[in-house]
């Protein structure tokens, strides 16, 4: 069917959505459903195949080699076929992400294509991404709760938690084959965003939500910078322009804000595991993250309005250290429930505050290349050291001890950014005429003239005391010259 515009819909339990826009939505359900049925149980699965040594049963070395055993398991395996499978499945997860790194950037266009009339509706579209990874864990944790595998196990015992992991493998193809059918459906005209573009257009979508007071706060600790010439690297510009001790503490904050998401997306569900925790759980820890993430995205920016962006940083790199401060020390796997919640609420927060920060920062011409670094910082950087740092000091140190040092960098980085830049609060900060302290800096006018902070110009000029030698059309009330003419009125 069709709307009043010509453009085709579909219907669904009286709901008519726009037929391109309901593509992207099933889009993004299945192809994050696809890494959600998988990815976030990799580390589980690993240490199940026996990544860390432990006890073995009674074998003949002389027959089958060194044998090795995982924790809560009497499996054994051959220690080089565990070496084996490992390198086999380093090599597959690179080539996945090789190749499927180029998809979001595709769909993200593609979608901005489709809502071109209502960018509003993008963030609302994307959405379904966490739908789609929430319910895919939730129904693999039921499932891998409910598995029968090895049967013909060499050491026989009972109550270990050995779980069938393939059917994991299986899901993540299914969902992605999905994924790609939908793809093939998507429309790529002429007038649809370059992959490269698309970055700072997706924050532009919620640009509109951010107040202007907070906007013009947010970019008054940038130094003006001009456009760069045609021969000076883009990136490169970029960083000029952002070369702000404000802007650089807030980085920091993002890439620690990001080894935080690497450390619990790769060794929570490790770390439960080691205390009782099922695939059940996991399920269920799964969805209430992502329903926290949908919630939180409806009232991002109220929070960002009422604390301004680096408040905000402040406020998640201190949620942040109790998290893992009780994750360090809860017993019962079920209490992380609640700090689940806290999760998701924290890291939807923070990638929409950094995001937003960033584009309202960044100059024009360096504003693609800004998002670009953001990501690099906080998906790159920050995960990255996240689970491979995290991963080698679990293995010395243990996992406990591990959340403990995050959570004491998380305290450390919020103390020292909110004292530095309080130090440096006159550093970098140039907008119109003046420089302006953290708390108390008002919004300037074009001319340089404070605004009042509730944005209505005439009271900026009523305010001022001093006559305006520049502007005479701008005239100054004298109660002395009110009172002679009340006087003169009467005598009259």
Not at 74 to 96: S, W
Not at 358 to 372: E, G
Request: glycine share 8%; with cysteine; aromatic share 12%.
């Amino acid at each position: 069917m069709e709307n009043h515009v010509g453009e085709r819909t579909v219907n669904i339990f009286g709901k008519v959505f726009p037929r391109d826009a309901f593509i992207c939505r099933l889009f993004y359900l299945s192809f994050f459903a696809s890494f959600g049925s998988l990815f976030p149980l990799l580390a589980v699965y690993f240490k199940q195949l026996g990544m860390t040594a432990a006890q073995v049963c009674n074998y003949n070395e002389d027959n089958y080699g060194i044998l090795v055993s995982p924790p809560h398991s009497t499996r054994v395996y051959r220690q080089p076929a565990v070496e084996q499978a490992f390198m086999l499945l380093l090599i597959l997860i690179c080539l996945c992400e090789f190749f499927s790194s180029p998809a979001l950037p595709l769909a993200d266009a593609a979608t901005l294509h489709a809502v071109r009339d209502n960018p509003a509706e993008f963030g609302k579209i994307r959405l379904m991404a966490s739908v789609g990874w929430g319910l895919a864990m939730f129904i693999m944790g039921i499932a891998l709760d409910y598995s029968d595998t090895f049967r013909n196990h060499p050491c026989p015992a009972e109550n270990t938690t050995e779980k069938n992991y393939t059917l994991c493998f299986v899901m993540c193809v299914i969902f992605m084959l999905a994924a790609m059918g939908l793809a093939s459906k998507f429309k790529f005209d002429d007038d649809v965003p370059a992959p490269g573009e698309v970055h700072g257009l997706v924050m532009d979508t919620r640009e509109g939500e951010v107040s202007h007071v907070v906007a013009e706060k947010a970019r008054a600790r940038v130094t003006q910078s001009e456009g760069g010439g045609g021969s000076e690297n883009s990136l490169l510009l970029a960083m000029k322009a952002l070369a702000s001790m404000h802007i650089l503490l807030f980085f920091i904050s993002v890439v620690v804000m990001g080894g935080g998401a690497g450390l619990v997306f790769s060794f929570l569900y490790w770390h439960l595991q080691d205390i009782g925790g099922s695939p059940v759980l996991f399920g269920i820890l799964s969805v209430v993250n992502h329903a926290s993430e949908i919630i939180t995205y409806f009232y991002t920016f109220k929070i960002i309005n009422k604390y301004g962006h680096v408040r905000v940083m402040y406020l998640c790199l201190a949620v942040n250290f109790f998290r893992f401060m009780a994750l360090s020390i809860l017993d019962n796997p079920w209490m992380v429930l609640p700090l689940q919640v806290l999760q998701g609420a924290c890291l939807a927060t923070v990638w929409s505050c950094a995001s937003s920060y960033i584009s309202l920062v960044a100059p024009p011409h360096a504003k693609q290349h800004a998002q670009y670094a953001l990501q690099v910082g906080y998906h790159g950087i920050g995960k990255g050291i996240g689970s491979i740092v995290g991963g080698s000091v679990i293995s010395v140190i243990g996992s406990r001890t591990t959340f403990v040092i995050y959570g004491l960098i998380c305290l450390v980085t919020c103390a020292g950014s909110f004292g530095l830049n309080k130090l440096f609060k006159y550093e970098g900060i140039k907008y119109g005429a003046g420089n302006f302290e953290e708390e108390d800096m008002d919004i300037m006018a074009p001319q340089g003239v404070p605004m009042a902070r509730d944005g209505k110009i005439t009271d900026a000029f009523n305010a001022t005391t001093v006559v305006n030698a520049n502007y005479g059309a701008i005239a100054q009330e004298d109660p002395t010259q009110d009172a002679y003419d009340r006087y003169v009125s009467t005598t009259r």
